[in-house]
């Protein structure tokens, strides 16, 4: 029996120890996660600003978020993000001498186009952004927004139309809005925006051990019940 079927009779017996209501959530939410767009976060200061941000992208169903750590440390506070981190996958870059450069080629590595959210920047409204490729959308940190290494690295900029004094959003708001604009686009359109099967079981497994306590006893009784 190879690893996948062994992986299935894993999450049918986790499956067991939880509810039917949560069981049918968790299938609920897989049906519109999506790696077709991730975020990334350079140099964020703010926790509540980081958390906030989590939690958005937990809400339109953004699996991968990508965060740069260049001078601050990410930090998340708890009351905000609710939770949403143990539904994500936080992927760090921070052990370079350019941190920025080494996500964004890792990014590029993997079929992304790299867009920049800047309101001083010629690019289309964030309305405009096409998503039927796959797309990275970075966000700067919060007084002085995106660097100079990822403008000279993207491959597009996207603007938040505005028609007030103030110059820009709120960092956590700008994610909101344009998550909220791109995912309703990319659920009407022809791209193939799902998670894979495997990728669905390999998240199940994984929300199902962070939801059962002292899961890793479970685990063991379940390998020595099968030998």
Known sequence: MNNTSIQKELIDYLSNLISENRR????????????????????????????????????????????????????IARDIALGSPKWLNIHKYNGTENNTVNCINTLKEQGYRIV??????????????????????????????????????SDEFVTIPMFGFTESFNISVSAALCL???????????????????EKQELLLTWLRNSIRRVELIEQYFIKKRT
Do not use: M
């Not at 939410?29 to 767009?37: A, E, G, K, M, S």
């Not at 796959?134 to 002085?144: C, K, M, V, Y």
């Open 24 to 75: 049918a959530k968790f299938d609920e939410v897989l049906n519109y996660r999506t790696r077709h767009i991730t975020i990334v976060l350079e140099d964020l200061y703010q926790p509540h600003n980081a958390s906030a941000v989590l939690r958005s992208c937990d809400i339109f169903g953004i699996q991968d978020i990508h965060v740069i750590e260049n001078k601050n440390e990410y930090t």
């Open 180 to 198: 909220h604009s791109l995912t309703a686009k990319l659920h009407q359109s022809a791209a193939n925006w799902h998670l894979s099967e495997l």
């Open 116 to 153: 920049a959210t800047s309101p001083h920047k010629n690019g289309c409204s964030i309305e405009e952004l096409s998503v039927e490729k796959p797309l990275a959308l970075i966000f700067g940190t919060e007084l002085t927004g995106i660097s100079d290494v990822v403008g000279e690295h």
